[in-house]
């Protein structure tokens, strides 16, 4: 079992930046593949990001290619999500997940751990 907490949420205006952080629970964090993904109300939860467990290959939503960076750090267990040049449409509940396989993976329904969420909410 592996316990995922997320945290760096808030409001923040269009064209600024956040940093979400996901500190995973176990020792073995860097066995696992890790993702970020959203969820706007009434939408269904999109992909944003992944990284392998190694931390060396990522994979981004072209939604998000070039604003958003997913990185990792294997000694610290946690994930991070720097996000900058924020738009109204990044508005979202983002969430942080785990996969037990090394590469990337955009496919929520692949995923073995989920963490519980954190508001991201972008104002015109």
């Known amino acids: 079992q592996v316990q995922l907490v997320e945290s760096g949420g808030g409001l923040v205006q269009t064209g600024g930046s956040l940093r979400l952080s996901c500190a995973a629970s176990?020792?073995?964090?860097?066995?696992?593949?890790m993702g970020w993904f959203r969820q706007a109300p009434g939408k269904e939860r999109q992909f944003v990001a992944s990284i392998s467990r190694s931390g060396g290959n990522t994979a981004y939503a072209d939604s998000v290619k070039g604003r958003f960076t997913i990185s990792r750090d294997n000694a610290k267990n946690t994930l991070y999500l720097q996000m900058n040049s924020l738009k109204p449409d990044d508005t979202a509940v983002y969430s942080c997940a785990a996969v037990f396989q090394p590469l990337v993976n955009t496919l929520p329904g692949r995923y073995d751990y989920w963490g519980q969420g954190t508001q991201v909410t972008v104002s015109s």
């Open positions: 176990r020792r073995t964090f860097y066995t696992y593949a």
